[in-house]
Every structure is written in structure tokens, then in C-alpha cells.
T-cell receptor, first 116, second 111 residues
């Protein structure tokens, strides 16, 4: 059973560049979430999808951020014109919507973004 | 303002001692998860509690959900060096799908 997979694991880029991260959820999971975690803090919610529909976006998700899940499987998170404050660990999680209302979210190992 | 207050933020104790980590909120959660996170890795789910007053045990770890579903605790008995790590509580707000995390408790068990 493969877990949530994220790529790349690390990304170093210069301020102002665009970056894109990919997340492959657990195969049968229909919900996919993006979170951001800065040093010494717990993860903060960014957005989530159910199948291909993006159902909620946090106010943290400025207009420089865009997420897609075009076929309801993998998802991408793009950050345009990166800023120093974007440096963080970007975590993806997935869960299964089923008869039980509270299916736990399972996390990938994240993409650590460093802005120079 | 942190929706979920986790305490203590740092805890360093000797192997064999017991400890309790607390997670408190003024909000009601439909469920609460505890995760453990190692450096450079994602959070790994330890347990989910759903019912007010629920107690779950995972070997030497005991998790409790408050009666009002606003708080939770993690108790570790006879801590081992392998318990060292970052422990995160995360609540699912009623009617929402996003997890709200506490700041985490960085636990160090000294040999």
C-alpha cells in the first residue's frame, strides 16, 4: 500500500521564480488537501479538493497560489512570483469520503521550499 | 490567535518517566487526531477520537477526548527514547473538512 507521495522533496529557488509541486494521494482517496507548515508551527490549511472540485480555499492562499486536481487523482500546487515568506514545508494529505463521516487524513512527507 | 492550544510546547524528561500533553480549545470538534512528526517528514497519524469522553490506548500511549469534545490529552507511560519527536493534535471543526492543528509538543526522552 503506497502512501501519499509528494514531488519534489526539496526545492530551492530565487525570489520571483515560479514553482510547482505535485501530490499523488492514496489511490482510492477522493479528498486531497494542501497544508503549509513553517518552522516551529503546526500545519495550516490551504485548500482541499473532493475529486476534481476545489471546495475550500484558505485566506492564506493569495492570488499567487493556485492548485488543481484536473482528473481527480494527482494535484499540483503552483506558486507564482515567489517571496521570502513562501519558504515553508508544503504538505499534502488525502482521505476517503465514506459511510463514516470522519475519515482520517494521511499526510505525505512534504516539499520543503526555500526561497533565496 | 491559535484555535488549538497545545501544551507544553517543549518537554524533556528521563526515560521511564510518565508525561501528559494537553490540547485545548474553546471550539467543538467533530473529531480530533493525534499525529507524530519526525524532522523532514510528514505527520503520521497515531489515533482518531470521535466521541466525547472516548479513551483509546496504543501500547504505552493513552489518548482521551474531552466530554465536550473541546479538548484532548495524550499520556505516555514509561517513556522510551524512541518516543522522542514532535506530537501534533489536530481537530476537525464541525461542518468543515480542514484540520486545525496545535503548535505541537516537541518531546525529548533522555536515556
Amino acid at each position: 500500500d503506497t502512501g501519499v507521495s509528494q514531488d519534489p522533496r526539496h526545492k530551492i529557488t530565487k525570489r520571483g521564480q515560479n514553482v510547482t509541486f505535485r501530490c499523488d494521494p492514496i489511490s482510492e482517496h477522493n479528498r486531497l488537501y494542501w497544508y503549509r507548515q513553517t518552522l516551529g508551527q503546526g500545519p495550516e490549511f490551504l485548500t482541499y479538493f473532493q475529486n476534481e472540485a476545489q471546495l475550500e480555499k484558505s485566506r492564506l492562499l493569495s492570488d499567487r497560489f493556485s492548485a488543481e486536481r484536473p482528473k481527480g487523482s494527482f494535484s499540483t500546487l503552483e506558486i507564482q512570483r515567489t517571496e521570502q515568506g513562501d519558504s515553508a514545508m508544503y504538505l499534502c494529505a488525502s482521505s476517503l469520503v465514506g459511510a463514516a463521516s470522519n475519515q482520517p487524513q494521511h499526510f505525505g512527507d512534504g516539499t520543503r521550499l526555500s526561497i533565496l | 490567535t491559535q484555535l488549538l492550544e497545545q501544551s507544553p510546547q517543549f518537554l524533556s524528561i528521563q526515560e521511564g518517566e510518565n508525561l501528559t500533553v494537553y490540547c485545548n480549545s474553546s471550539s467543538v470538534f467533530s473529531s480530533l487526531q493525534w499525529y507524530r512528526q519526525e524532522p523532514g517528514e510528514g505527520p503520521v497519524l497515531l489515533v482518531t477520537v470521535v466521541t466525547g469522553g472516548e479513551v483509546k490506548k496504543l501500547k504505552r500511549l493513552t489518548f482521551q477526548f474531552g466530554d465536550a469534545r473541546k479538548d484532548s490529552s495524550l499520556h505516555i507511560t514509561a517513556a522510551q527514547t524512541g518516543d522522542t519527536g514532535l506530537y501534533l493534535c489536530a481537530g476537525l471543526i464541525q461542518g468543515a473538512q480542514k484540520l486545525v492543528f496545535g503548535q505541537g509538543t516537541r518531546l525529548t526522552i533522555n536515556p
